[in-house]
């Protein structure tokens, strides 16, 4: 079973960088798709990024076009998020998720099924 972990979270003030990481176990993250997904306190969870199965095409939520980031390495296991210009309502619980392979999720990642159990941004002075 495919195993997901982020780390890279923290605290952090506005206008600053973060770089989160989901490492990958029992599995490959080669040809899923890959997302991920953010929380805050009191609203509900919704998508920050989405990267397809070829890596060819990627989405990003219209709140943190041009400051995020959504990348993969294959022979690493591991996907990242970039994040930068980081703004306080930038603040939540980050996710990252995967489907099954060689599926196709559209464009927002829409019902991956694996997923870790978060890492924590607070951005704030």
């Given at each position: 079973?495919?195993q997901?972990v982020?780390?890279?979270g923290?605290?952090v003030?506005?206008g600053?960088?973060?770089r989160?990481?989901c490492?990958?176990?029992?599995?490959?993250?080669?040809?899923?798709?890959i997302?991920?997904?953010?929380?805050?306190p009191?609203?509900?969870?919704e998508?920050?990024?989405c990267?397809?199965?070829?890596a060819g095409?990627?989405?990003?939520t219209?709140s943190v076009?041009?400051?995020?980031?959504i990348?993969r390495?294959?022979?690493?296991?591991?996907?990242y998020?970039?994040?930068n210009?980081l703004?306080p309502?930038?603040?939540?619980?980050?996710?990252c998720?995967?489907?099954?392979r060689?599926?196709n999720y559209?464009p927002?990642c829409a019902?991956l099924?694996?997923w870790?159990k978060?890492?924590?941004v607070?951005?704030?002075?």
């Amino acid at each position: 079973q495919l195993q997901l972990v982020e780390s890279g979270g923290g605290l952090v003030q506005p206008g600053g960088s973060l770089r989160l990481s989901c490492a990958a176990s029992g599995g490959t993250l080669d040809s899923r798709a890959i997302g991920w997904f953010r929380q805050a306190p009191g609203k509900e969870r919704e998508v920050v990024a989405c990267i397809t199965i070829s890596a060819g095409s990627t989405y990003y939520t219209d709140s943190v076009k041009g400051r995020f980031t959504i990348s993969r390495d294959n022979a690493k296991n591991t996907v990242y998020l970039e994040m930068n210009s980081l703004k306080p309502e930038d603040t939540a619980v980050y996710y990252c998720a995967a489907g099954n392979r060689y599926i196709n999720y559209g464009p927002k990642c829409a019902g991956l099924r694996y997923w870790g159990k978060g890492t924590l941004v607070t951005v704030s002075s």
